[in-house]
């Protein structure tokens, strides 16, 4: 996996909303992702690894959120929990 270093100057936009906050928050990261991305490897299945990664941080968050509860988590992601234990096994999760 690729580690991207991103400017410390992204983390501090000011925006109205958590919402807008977020959004604004995964555009720059992913432009500077794709930068970086760019430099050192080919565009080989970029949309797969960002989902990749974007997951895995996304299900680890709302695992440790839920201590654990598979069942609140795959609630909380609005997902079934069998797709969850599937994306957890795929994640090196559990």
């Known amino acids: 996996m690729t580690q991207v270093a991103y400017s410390p100057n992204t983390f501090e936009a000011s925006v109205p909303s958590n919402e ?12 500077q992702y794709l930068e970086q ?7 080989d299945n970029i949309h797969r690894r960002i989902i990749d990664e974007i997951e895995s941080s996304l299900f680890a968050s709302t695992m440790k959120f839920t ?5 609140k988590a795959a ?20």
């Open 67 to 71: 201590f654990g509860n598979q069942s």
């Open 20 to 31: 807008e906050q977020l959004s604004y928050l995964i555009k720059e990261l992913t432009t």
């Open 37 to 43: 991305y760019h430099q050192h490897q080919t565009p």
């Open 75 to 94: 609630q909380y992601l609005g997902i079934n929990r069998a797709t969850l234990r599937t994306k957890l096994k795929r994640h090196q999760l559990m």
